[in-house]
T-cell receptor, first 109, second 113 residues
Framework: SQQGEEDPQALSIQEGENATMNCSYK?????LQWYRQNSGRGLVHLIL?????REKHSGRLRVTLDTSKKSSSLLITASRAADTASYFC?????????FGAGTTVTVRA | NAGVTQTPKFQVLKTGQSMTLQCAQD?????MSWYRQDPGMGLRLIHY???????DQGEVPNGYNVSRSTTEDFPLRLLSAAPSQTSVYFC????????????FGPGTRLTVL
C-alpha cells in the first residue's frame, strides 16, 4: 500500500530555478527517504531523514520533515537539465518501506 | 563494485510461459528485495529476503517465487506469466534492512503478450 503521496504529480521549471515537491503520509514513520529516477533507469537514493530530524542538506538538495503535519518536502536549488527525473518519497513505518507514485520534474534549458 | 545487477534488461513472454529474472549484488548486503513499477503506482514490494535461506512475501507476491541460496543472488521466478505481470521489475539491496538506504538495480522491462 502506498504510504507517501507526492505533490505535485508533475513540475516544469526553467534551468536555474528552484524546484519544490512535497510528500504527505498517513501513519507515524521511522524515517523518510527520497529517491531520484532518471528515465529508464533504477532509483538512486538521495537523502534519508529520521523521524527525530527536521532538516537535512546534501549539495543542492534540502529535505524537511514535519512529523506533526505528516509531511516532507524536497527542495532542489539552482536546477540543471540533469535534474530532469522522477522523484519518489519512501516512508518507513513499522520497518516497512512504501513508495509514493512520484513527482516528474522537467527542467527546461 | 558493480553494485546491483539485473538480467535481462528486456524480456517478452507469451502468456503461460515461465522465466527467471536474475539479481546479484556484490556489496555483501543481507537484505534484498524485488519491486514492480507500474505507471502512476510507485513501486510495490513483491518479495524480500533478510539473508540467505530466508524469504518473505511483500505486498504483491501472487504469481512470483523467490529463493535465496547465497548472499549475492536473489532470483525472481514467474511461474506462469500473465499480461497483468507486464511491468518494470527492480531488485534492491541494503545493508540495514528495509529501513536503510536501498541500492537499486537498473531494472528489467517485462512484456507479457
Amino acid at each position: 500500500s502506498q504510504q507517501g503521496e507526492e505533490d505535485p504529480q508533475a513540475l516544469s521549471i526553467q534551468e536555474g530555478e528552484n524546484a519544490t515537491m512535497n510528500c504527505s503520509y498517513k501513519t507515524s514513520i521511522n524515517n523518510l527517504q527520497w529517491y531520484r529516477q532518471n528515465s529508464g533507469r533504477g532509483l538512486v537514493h538521495l537523502i534519508l531523514i529520521r523521524s527525530n530530524e527536521r532538516e537535512k542538506h546534501s549539495g543542492r538538495l534540502r529535505v524537511t520533515l514535519d512529523t506533526s503535519k505528516k509531511s516532507s518536502s524536497l527542495l532542489i536549488t539552482a536546477s540543471r537539465a540533469a535534474d530532469t527525473a522522477s522523484y519518489f518519497c519512501a516512508t518507513v513505518a513499522h520497518y516497512k518501506l512504501s513508495f509514493g507514485a512520484g513527482t516528474t520534474v522537467t527542467v527546461r534549458a | 563494485n558493480a553494485g546491483v545487477t539485473q538480467t535481462p534488461k528486456f524480456q517478452v513472454l507469451k502468456t503461460g510461459q515461465s522465466m527467471t529474472l536474475q539479481c546479484a549484488q556484490d556489496m555483501n548486503h543481507e537484505y534484498m528485495s524485488w519491486y514492480r513499477q507500474d505507471p502512476g503506482m510507485g513501486l510495490r514490494l513483491i518479495h524480500y529476503s533478510v539473508g540467505a535461506g530466508i524469504t518473505d512475501q511483500g505486498e504483491v507476491p501472487n504469481g512470483y517465487n523467490v529463493s535465496r541460496s547465497t548472499t549475492e543472488d536473489f532470483p525472481l521466478r514467474l511461474l506462469s506469466a500473465a499480461p497483468s505481470q507486464t511491468s518494470v521489475y527492480f531488485c534492491a539491496s541494503s545493508r540495514g534492512g528495509s529501513a536503510d538506504t536501498q541500492y537499486f538495480g537498473p531494472g528489467t522491462r517485462l512484456t507479457v503478450l
